[in-house]
């Protein structure tokens, strides 16, 4: 018996789950469905109640919480994550064999492509967990990224995958919160573009506006194109997983 869970509670499953299979996992999800958050009403009710009844996700809270879920072991990350450690959904082609890897190759080339970057261009990467997206733009338009994360395992680990790319002079990662990032010092202060990847669900609902605008302020007014990913309520199961894994998100309708 093993258990999986987020970072405040733990469900035990039914059957073992093998290392690194996606097929499996999605298995086990719709064997147990009615724990996971289909039909058991308690399992649905805690954690809205505890999104209620948590604190403001300001600057100061927004740290405490990525620090705590991030900071404690990069093993744990490095043990369920794709190699290239891509955290947010991937992409699936909808075959059931396909890897996880494979899927996520998908989502960083299709949200590139969908930026549209140049060589000359500067990018913001807001929420740049440990590096692949900022490296991947990098490596294959030229351009230049600037990418924040609050964790600093991230920073630390994405820092490192920069440099053994060779590509210090045109990735920079900040430890810092999007809610106080400034635009770069050429370009009249704008980036050209701003990629933001499965993060608008860690803002929290009472920060949206604030997020948005910020974004809206950074972005070069003429040309800029900003590329968002991430989860919206569209069931009940996304909206309990991002609270319920990580204190002050929330999943935009
Ligand atoms: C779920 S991870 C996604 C990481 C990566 N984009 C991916 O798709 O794998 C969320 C990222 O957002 C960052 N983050 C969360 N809140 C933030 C904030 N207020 N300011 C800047 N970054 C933040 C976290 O540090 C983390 O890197």
Redesign the pocket.
């Known amino acids: 018996m093993i258990s999986v869970g987020y970072s405040m509670y733990a469900i035990p499953l039914k059957i073992p789950i093998p290392h690194r299979s996606d097929t499996k996992i999605k298995q086990i999800y719709i064997q147990n469905k009615s724990q996971l958050g289909t039909g058991n009403f308690f399992m649905q009710l805690l954690p809205r109640v505890t999104m209620l009844l948590q604190p403001s ?1 300001d ?1 100061q809270n ?2 405490r919480y ?1 620090s705590s879920h ?1 900071d404690d072991s990069d093993e744990l990350f490095a043990n369920f994550l794709s190699p290239d ?4 959904c991937a992409h699936w082609s909808g075959d059931p064999d396909e890897a996880l890897e494979s899927a996520q190759k998908r989502k960083v080339q299709r949200l590139l492509q969908k930026a549209q970057i140049s060589v000359d261009q500067h990018v913001l ?6 590096g ?2 900022a490296i991947t733009a990098a490596q294959t338009t030229g351009c230049r990224v600037t990418a ?4 600093d395992n ?1 920073k630390r680990i994405a820092e490192k995958r920069v440099k053994e790319a060779g590509l210090e002079e045109r990735v920079r990662i900040l430890l ?4 106080s990032a400034t635009g770069p010092e050429t370009n009249g202060g704008y980036y050209d573009r701003v990629i ?4 608008f669900e ?2 929290g609902a009472e920060y949206l506006d604030e997020y948005f605008r910020v974004i809206s302020s950074l972005l070069h007014p003429g040309h800029g194109v900003m590329v968002i ?1 991430g989860i919206t309520m569209t069931h009940k199961v996304s909206r309990f997983v991002p609270s319920a894994y ?1 204190r002050g998100s929330n999943a935009p309708p």
Do not use: K
């Open positions: 996700n600057p927004a740290r990525i991030y450690m891509n955290y947010s990467e807001i929420g740049c967990g440990w692949d997206v924040l994360t609050l964790s991230q810092q919160d999007y809610r933001s990847i499965g993060m860690h803002v990913d990580l």
